[in-house]
């Protein structure tokens, strides 16, 4: 065979090979388009008018190759032990509050009855102004603990918003408008429903 004209079918192939390819992904797109087109029609209708068709087919287009659905899948399951750990460590710090609290009563308590009654009044002022006290310190430790887990939770949906925009995902970038966080939050919410639904699909067919 003529090298020339095996060069030009080696060409042929690898050119019919792309274009089969090609012709998958825009199949894949396609699809990926209408079922978002389908979930965007659940949501209420002013999400709806946010979603234009541009960046519902710009999502889909991200969504191709599967790898963002594998980073938003990491980033929630992020959010999620963020969420958990933040709630344990409030619940500990309520616990170890309550604690306080009933040690400090048992130990006034047992002042009292080991007090002379005449001492009384003034140990019971002394006992309130430490109880208040003690009080005051709760609702401190609780106000910095509430603080951190608003400003953890603030620096999870940071990371969310960064590592999506890099993967090139469409309508996120870093932003504290609430309008902006809400679309984006309907976005994420899109983005899992279609895994759920891609990953439903494939066990079907294995």
Known sequence: QDPWEWCQAEAGEVQAGHQEELSRQQERHYRLLSEL???????????QQRLSY??????ALALLDGTVF???????????????????????????HRGLKQELFHRH????????????PILRAAQ?????????????????MDEKIVLELDQKVIDQQSTLEKAGVSGFYITTNPQELTLQMNLLELIRKLQQKESESEKAFS
């Open 37 to 47: 087109q389908a979930l965007v029609k659940a949501l209420p209708s002013s999400c």
């Open 128 to 144: 309130q102004r430490e109880m208040e006290a003690v009080e005051q310190r709760i609702r401190e430790e609780q106000r910095m």
């Open 70 to 96: 594998e980073i938003v899948q990491g980033l929630l399951e992020i959010q999620h032990l963020t969420e958990k750990n933040l709630y344990s460590q409030r619940l500990k710090l309520h616990s170890e």
């Open 109 to 120: 308590k047992e002042a009292q009855q080991c007090c002379r009654p005449h001492n009384l």
């Open 54 to 59: 541009t960046t519902l087919s710009d999502l």
